[in-house]
């Protein structure tokens, strides 16, 4: 039997190339089959790229150059809500422009403990930015035109018929792993026999792309890169794509609204109250669900990002979620393919995951219910009423709804609860929201961030595996190392003095995953070495603390 490729991901989209690029940075040959033909932008959809996303860019070496693309570099980022795109202005939410980002204190995201804070792109300039940089991977090729028509799991391998949308010819691919990246209409979950279920049909919108070269001349509101539209008649938002003439307007509609019947361009013009000329590029119509697929995958093959998980655009974590399960997959099926990943391990890719995005898809789907509100009627009048009503609103919407724009808790305060590789100590992980975040080594937490010597980020000293982060020279790790090398985990001892470190870190010990987790803490290795690995690796079916 000839394999052709350990990994084959299907979908190049932002999710399948995060972990295509994260298999190939820990040496995996990987393959990514995409049926667009070669570097076709994808629809304008996610704007927003988490800080925790621009985290694993950075570890993947990418983060830089997705933070030069996008609107121009002083162009701000901040969210205004606003009673029309130019209309009255009800409240601001002042996020950094990219020339800022690292001076940010006072924004609503300033001052984050992380190396890298999030960033507004639309989808159309990140996907491109991917693909270049996987080109500096040797080890992962992409495959255009590529349409995955159906597959088939055997005991050590699976087979993949795919068809070249250009020339139309057939093949058969044969991987020992094979990855599903490919979208809300997955084709690999439909072969894997899964559903998504979950609320189907929260709320609609028709959106479209429009160029409007002298919408940003005539605004009369400050620049912004979000327009949140709330008046008596209608909702939606504009959203700047080039800083310059392209934009996004959604219109939000009833839910079962008959789109077709919908004149766009009046509502477009209605929202934006204007009447300077627009082209329309693109039009299509979104609804926003919470839905989440049965099973996460099989023995060979799984699902990540909208395949395995689809929800409304709220907090504009969809996709950000998607690359979070891609660097906790990632280094499993690596582990696995290099033989030191145990039984357990790729298991726990669903029991880890399917908790969180729980979570996270409700703190989304809580967005949506918090600013669906009857908005006053007299918001547009030009008088004290209307002045009043204006005022009321704006701050209502800037307590209750603006952590969606700055949401640390969904960035940084996610953890692996209960899951069967990680060495719990019997201390709960601190609770977040979407806006309120508490750094903590408790295992299964993000490990928190910390600048070292001033400058240096803690992240860029990990190694490409495990690391024992030792804040006491003193304590003797020479049992975890030995046992490491039995198990063959690669583990790198990371030695910090407490001194030159700006955080706080309550135990001496902290063993981080290749996804920076904390998979297990502590003051001394002694006596638990061994066992502890076997754990971590997913080498024995062990009871979840
Ligand atoms: C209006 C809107 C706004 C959004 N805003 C945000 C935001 O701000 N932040 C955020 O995090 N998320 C946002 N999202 C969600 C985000 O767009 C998605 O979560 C994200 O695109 C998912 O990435 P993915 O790689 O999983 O799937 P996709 O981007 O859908 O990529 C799937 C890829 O697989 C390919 N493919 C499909 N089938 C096959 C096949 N059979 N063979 C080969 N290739 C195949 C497709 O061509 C595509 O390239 C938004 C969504 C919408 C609708």
Not at 107 to 134: F, K
Not at 409 to 433: K, R
Request: net charge negative.
């Amino acid at each position: 039997m000839t394999i052709d490729v350990p990994v084959i991901v299907v979908g190049a989209g932002p999710v399948g190339m995060t972990l295509a690029m994260d298999l190939a940075s820990r040496g995996i040959e990987t393959l990514v089959l995409e049926r667009r033909p070669p570097r076709q932008a994808p629809d304008a959809r996610c704007n927003h790229v988490s800080a925790r996303s621009m985290e694993v860019f950075r570890r993947l070496g990418f983060a830089d150059r997705v933070r030069a693309a996008g609107l121009p570099p002083d162009h701000a980022h901040d969210v205004v809500y606003a009673t029309r795109f130019n209309g009255y202005e009800l409240g601001r939410v002042r996020i950094p422009a990219a020339r800022d980002r690292f001076d940010d204190a006072g924004y609503a995201d300033g001052s984050w403990p992380t190396p890298e804070p999030p960033h507004r792109i639309n989808q159309i300039y990140l996907e491109p930015q991917m693909w270049a940089h996987a080109e500096s991977f040797e080890r992962l090729s992409i495959r255009w035109n590529a349409d995955v028509q159906s597959l088939s799991e055997h005991p050590d391998h699976v087979e993949l018929t795919v068809v070249d949308r250009a020339t139309g010819a057939a093949s058969v691919l044969r991987a020992r792993f094979v990855l599903g990246c490919d979208g809300t209409r997955s084709t690999v979950r439909r072969e894997l026999g899964v559903r998504l279920v979950g609320d189907d049909g929260i709320m609609m919108s028709v959106m479209a792309t429009i160029t409007a070269p002298e919408l940003a001349a005539t605004q009369r509101l400050d620049r912004a890169w979000m327009y949140w539209i709330l008046n008596a008649e209608m909702s939606g938002n504009v959203i700047s794509l080039d800083g310059k003439e392209r934009w996004i307007v959604n219109v939000f509609v009833p839910k079962d609204t008959d789109v077709e019947a919908i004149d766009f361009a009046d509502a477009a013009r209605r929202l934006l109250a204007t009447d300077v000329p627009f082209t329309i590029e693109d039009q299509n119509a979104w609804t926003g669900r919470r839905l989440l697929a049965e099973r996460f995958g099989s023995q060979r093959v799984f699902i990540a990002g909208d395949a395995a998980h689809s929800w409304l655009p709220m907090a504009g974590y969809a996709m950000n979620a998607g690359i979070a399960d891609a660097a906790n997959l990632a280094w499993k099926v690596a582990a696995v393919l290099d033989g030191w990943g145990g039984e357990e391990l790729l298991a726990s890719y669903e029991s880890e995951r399917r908790p969180v995005l729980e979570q996270v898809s409700t703190l989304a789907m809580n967005v949506r219910k918090g600013n669906a509100v009857p908005v006053p009627l007299e918001i547009e009048e030009p008088n004290a009423a209307g002045a009043a009503a204006r005022e009321r609103f704006g701050r209502y919407m800037l307590e209750t709804d603006s952590a969606q724009f700055a949401c640390i808790g969904l960035n940084f305060g996610y953890y692996y609860d209960g899951s069967p590789i990680i060495a719990y100590d019997g201390v709960a992980a601190p609770a977040y929201s979407l806006g309120h975040y508490t750094p903590s080594t408790v295992p299964g937490c993000r490990m928190p961030h910390a600048f070292v010597n001033g400058t240096t980020s803690l992240y860029d000293l990990l190694g490409p595996a495990y690391t024992l982060v030792r804040f006491d020279r003193t304590i003797d790790v020479a049992p975890l190392q030995r046992s490491a090398e039995r198990t063959g985990v690669p583990l790198t001892v990371l030695d910090l003095d407490p001194a030159n470190v700006d955080t706080h870190y309550d135990v001496a010990l902290v063993l981080v995953r290749p996804d920076h987790h904390v998979a297990w803490r502590g003051q001394t290795v002694a006596g638990a070495a061994e066992a502890l690995l076997d754990r971590l690796r997913g080498a024995r079916a062990v009871q979840a603390a």
